[in-house]
């Protein structure tokens, strides 16, 4: 099994930062893709960035330029470092993972999954 815990949420006033992080533990390798996704509530769940085992990156257009997705495979966290956050960003935040090195920015594609960490950003 993989265990995936977010940490660093909270609560934000537009243009500030925040920086979540995912620690992995259990059955996790780096080889591993990592992903982050976001969910509001009553709606849908979106991507928002993700990291292969390389380290390539993508990113949703909505949060290209603000956020930056990084990993650490000697500790196995993966980071997001949110600027310039604004309430549109306020979500739920969840850390995924998947069996496979290239990223994907379908939910579906992941098999891990961290419990969410609540960002909240108000105007």
């Known amino acids: 099994q993989v265990n995936l815990v977010e940490s660093g949420g909270g609560l934000v006033q537009a243009g500030g930062s925040l920086r979540l992080s995912c620690a992995a533990s259990?059955?996790?390798?780096?080889?591993?893709?990592m992903g982050w996704f976001r969910q509001a509530p009553g709606k849908e769940r979106h991507f928002v960035a993700a990291?292969?085992?390389?380290?390539?990156?993508t990113y949703a257009d909505s949060v290209k330029g603000r956020f930056t997705i990084s990993r650490d495979k000697a500790k196995n966290t993966v980071d997001l470092q949110m600027n310039s956050l604004k309430p549109e960003d306020t979500a739920v935040y969840y850390c995924?993972?998947?069996?496979?090195?290239?990223?994907?920015?379908?939910?579906?594609?992941?098999?891990?999954w961290g419990q969410g960490t609540q960002v909240t950003v108000s105007s």
């Open positions: 990291i292969s085992w390389n380290s390539a990156t």
């Open positions: 995924a993972g998947r069996k496979f090195p290239l990223y994907s920015d379908d939910g579906g594609e992941y098999e891990f």
């Open positions: 259990g059955r996790f390798f780096s080889g591993f893709a």
